[in-house]
């Protein structure tokens, strides 16, 4: 079974730029994250998707940044204008939720650099 | 208070013995319970589940959880120099999903 797929993996972008990551879950997983790690510190959830529905954005900057789950398959995360704060490593997560799971399992991450 | 709290570590253990890695969370509703394995430069790797009070057991890995104390822990038993990463405890609290800061374990040969 093939895991989550994420790009691209690494990012170096000018601060006020905007950047796009794409996603695509592992087949059948209806929930989608994504997740903010920065340095030393734990994932933040930044949104979750059942299908292609929000379930909670309550923590997405939604000044600069949007994300977008068309057709319940794969995602995109853009941020628009990026600050020097958004560096960190931008993490998808899925989960299929059957029989009561909430097992996520993560891609291998996009590493984003605003200088 | 932060959701899920964790000693960041680090912690050192030598070969063959066992590591205790210890969280707390702070929402009594929370129902779910995870440990991820997150080596350096990689992504959280799942390595436990646990969703009722008690023990369970795979393999080298033991998680507990204690509901009354707000309390989830892991051991990991005949510890291994490839076991040297960040645990992180992760908790879902039936509207949202928390992660802790980590806890660094150290393996020395």
């Known amino acids: 079974e093939a895991g989550v797929a994420q790009s691209p993996r690494y990012k170096i972008i000018e601060k006020r730029q905007s950047v796009a990551f794409w996603c695509n879950p592992i087949?059948?997983?209806?929930?989608l994250y994504w997740y903010q790690q920065i340095l030393g510190q734990g994932p933040k959830l930044l949104i979750q998707?059942?299908?292609?529905?929000?379930?909670?954005d309550s923590q997405l900057p939604k000044d600069r940044f949007s994300a977008e789950r068309l057709k319940g398959v794969d995602s995109t995360l853009k941020i628009q204008p990026a600050k020097l704060e958004d560096s960190a490593v931008y993490l998808c997560a899925s989960s299929s939720r059957q029989g009561g799971s909430y097992e996520q399992y993560f891609g291998p991450g996009t590493r984003l650099t605003v200088t | 208070q932060k959701e899920v709290e964790q000693n960041s570590g680090p912690l050192s253990v030598p070969e063959g013995a066992i590591a205790s890695l210890n969280c707390t969370y702070s929402?009594?509703?929370?129902?779910?319970f995870f440990w991820y394995r997150q080596y350096s430069g990689k992504s959280p790797e799942l390595i436990m589940s646990?969703?009722?009070?008690g023990d369970k057991e795979d393999g080298r890995f033991t998680a507990q959880l204690n509901k009354a104390s707000q309390y989830v822990s892991l051991l990991i038993r005949d510890s291994q120099p490839s076991d040297s990463a960040t645990y992180l405890c992760?908790?879902?609290?039936?509207?949202?999903?928390?992660f802790g800061t980590g806890t660094s374990l150290t393996v020395i040969p």
């Open positions: 992760a908790v879902y609290t039936g509207n949202q999903f928390y």
């Open positions: 929402d009594r509703v929370s129902q779910s």
């Open positions: 998707f059942q299908n292609n529905g929000v379930v909670d």
């Open positions: 087949s059948g997983h209806a929930t």
């Open positions: 646990i969703y009722s009070n």
